[in-house]
């Protein structure tokens, strides 16, 4: 081999290994630093009739030992809908009138390409007087560049399948499972974009839902 088709050779190799790197440059994504003062806000669509609806901001108000603590307001008014509460890996705890103890599997960091994860709670709705049994599966399939009206983010795709069983004696009412897409940015500690379906026990699905970011604050 002479000098220049080794250099040559060396100049593809080296190129190769750029590429290999880029590939794989995501680093694992820690538990997010979550603030007060730190909000998204999320454009709400109903995929079933394709019109969009409620432009709702997630306002962090307080972080403490039982989690983060948000509230939810319409963007346009400022008119304060509810209160949540997410466990600090930015899982459900308080959604409206559920909660699950411990959290809704949504996360489980460090999160990189891959993972696979599972984990079990209970949903109680007091109002409604129902009880549920909830079975998460999460898996992080890979890095994807999505865009959304708040910009161009870097995410990580992220499918939660969670099955859920009625307590009710006697009854399958209130059994099936929900299936989310989420595609999380680290960029602002939150997903980008949710895509959301639930399936009832006889497999017909009755909702079809998605948020997508508008804005976004990150102190």
């Known amino acids: 081999m002479n000098r220049q088709v080794g250099r040559t050779v060396l100049a593809v190799c080296l190129a190769c290994n750029a590429l290999a790197a880029g590939a794989d440059e995501h680093s694992p994504i820690a538990t997010p630093a979550v603030a007060v003062g730190d909000s998204w806000t999320y454009q709400y669509t109903d995929v079933w009739k394709k ?38 890996e930015m899982n459900p705890i308080d959604r409206g009138n559920m909660h699950f103890a411990p959290a809704f599997g949504r996360y489980a960091f460090p999160l990189e390409a891959g993972k696979e994860w599972s984990s079990d709670a209970t949903g109680d709705n007091p109002v409604a007087g129902k009880h549920w049994r909830y079975r998460f599966k999460g898996k992080a399939l890979g890095w994807e560049k999505i865009t959304v009206p708040a910009g161009e983010f870097d ?8 099955y859920y069983q009625g307590e009710e ?9 929900s299936n989310e897409t989420v595609w999380y940015a680290p960029a602002v500690n939150n997903f980008v974009k949710l895509e959301y379906q639930d399936t009832d026990w006889n497999g017909r699905i009755f909702n079809r839902d998605m948020w997508e970011l508008a804005a976004y604050n990150k102190k």
């Not at 409620?54 to 008119?79: C, L, P, Q, Y």
């Open 169 to 177: 004696v006697g009854s399958n009412g209130g059994s099936g499972q």
């Open 51 to 88: 019109l969009p609806g409620n432009r709702n901001r997630m306002e962090v108000t307080s972080v403490d030992d039982a989690g983060i603590h948000v509230d939810i307001k319409r963007a346009a008014s400022g008119a304060l809908v509810t209160r949540q509460r997410f466990s600090r």
């Open 155 to 162: 995410a990580l795709k992220i499918v939660v399948t969670a």
